[in-house]
C-alpha cells in the first residue's frame, strides 16, 4: 500500500519478518537509507511503515537492505547466510 504525499515524499506499509525488539532496531535501521525519513516496524503485524524521497531511493532498495541484515519482506528473502546469523531470539518462521 503506497501513498503519495504533497511533500513529494511516499509512504508505504510492507511486511517485514521478525519476532522481537532486537527485530525491530534490525529491521528500522537497515530501512533508514539515504531517503527514508521514516521507518517504524510494528511487531505484533510485522508491518513496516516507510515514508521516504521516490527521488533518492526505492521500496525495492529499502526491501533489500532488511534482506540483507537476516529479515525476510514481501519481496525479498533474505540469504541462508544472513538468517543464520541472527540471534536465536530473532529467527522467525521462513516461508517457503
Request: with cysteine.
Amino acid at each position: 500500500m503506497a501513498q503519495n504525499k504533497s511533500d513529494g515524499l511516499k509512504t508505504e506499509t510492507i511486511k517485514v519478518w521478525g519476532n522481537c525488539e532486537s527485530c525491530k532496531q534490525r529491521i528500522e535501521k537497515a530501512a533508514k537509507t539515504d531517503g527514508v525519513t521514516r521507518a517504524v516496524w510494528d511487531i505484533k503485524t510485522k508491518m513496516l511503515t516507510l515514508t521516504y524521497d521516490p527521488h533518492k531511493t526505492t521500496s525495492e532498495k529499502i526491501q533489500k537492505q532488511i534482506a540483507a541484515v537476516g529479515h525476510d519482506t514481501e519481496k525479498f528473502k533474505a540469504d541462508d547466510k544472513a538468517y543464520a546469523n541472527l540471534p536465536g531470539c530473532c529467527k522467525y518462521d521462513r516461508r517457503k
